[in-house]
């Protein structure tokens, strides 16, 4: 199975400032219809996750510009551009690309300094 | 508005069954691969299984493969998970999910199972 690779662990992030999680896949996720299957989903405390971006860099409908998504291949970026409160959780990476096995990535968890 | 209502978690004991049931609505359910994906206390994300649209393909993670069984009825828009032989390290809360794109659209709120003597 493909191993993803989240860093950090935990990221403290003062209200209003940028941040940024890495999302590292041990094979590349270059599918062979051309697209790349990497999704980032966000779960805030006692809640079930959502998703927040899908194919590297489309967000989904109704989440903030504040969030994107970038990368290729095997390395992938979570970028937040001014954390809100309301963005404290724990961010998964996840890959699509290699089935019959999806895999998540182990989890950061964003929290405010 | 899009829902999955997952049901049927409990406190069951070691080596014991439970089914848990997704009901699903506001969205086309026989159209989705459907998903069950589980969270440990305090851990991680780890999907466990999937479910082709008409039950054709059918995929078990490894850690639950000869145990846990997925199946889905289109007619009632619900997906199920019969767990069997259960152990400790099954305890978590259990996600149903639907699958598009080769990514997760749709969560339910999850159901906790908790296996324990």
């Known amino acids: 199975d493909v191993v993803m690779t989240q860093s950090p662990l935990s990221l403290p992030v003062t209200l209003g400032q940028p941040a940024s999680i890495s999302c590292r896949s041990s094979?590349?996720?270059?599918?062979?219809?051309?697209?790349?299957?990497l999704s980032w989903f966000q779960q805030r405390p006692g809640q079930s996750p959502r998703r927040l971006i899908y194919?590297?860099?489309n967000r989904d409908s109704g989440v903030p510009d504040r969030f994107s998504g970038s990368g290729s291949g095997t390395d992938f970026t979570l970028k937040i551009s001014r954390v809100e409160a309301e963005d404290v959780g724990v961010y998964y990476c996840?890959?699509?690309?290699?089935?019959?096995?999806?895999?998540f990535g182990g989890g950061t968890k964003v929290e405010i300094k | 508005q899009v829902q999955l209502v997952e049901s049927g978690g409990g406190l069951v004991k070691p080596g014991g069954s439970l089914r848990l049931s997704c009901a699903a609505s506001?969205?086309?359910?026989?159209?989705?691969?459907m998903s069950w994906i589980r969270q440990a206390p305090g851990k991680g994300l780890e999907w466990i299984s999937y479910?082709?649209?008409?039950?054709?393909?059918?995929y078990h993670a490894d850690s639950v493969k000869g145990r846990f069984t997925i199946s889905r009825d289109n007619a009632k828009n619900s997906l199920y998970l019969q767990m069997n032989s259960l152990r400790a390290e099954d305890t978590a809360v259990y996600y149903c999910?639907?699958?598009?794109?080769?990514?997760?659209?749709?969560w339910g709120q999850g159901t906790l199972v908790t296996v324990s003597s």
């Open positions: 999910a639907a699958v598009a794109g080769s990514s997760l659209d749709y």
């Open positions: 996840m890959q699509g690309t290699h089935w019959p096995a999806l895999t």
């Open positions: 506001a969205f086309t359910f026989s159209d989705y691969f």
């Open positions: 194919r590297v860099s």
């Open positions: 479910i082709s649209q008409t039950g054709s393909i059918i």
């Open positions: 094979q590349s996720l270059v599918h062979s219809d051309g697209n790349t299957y």
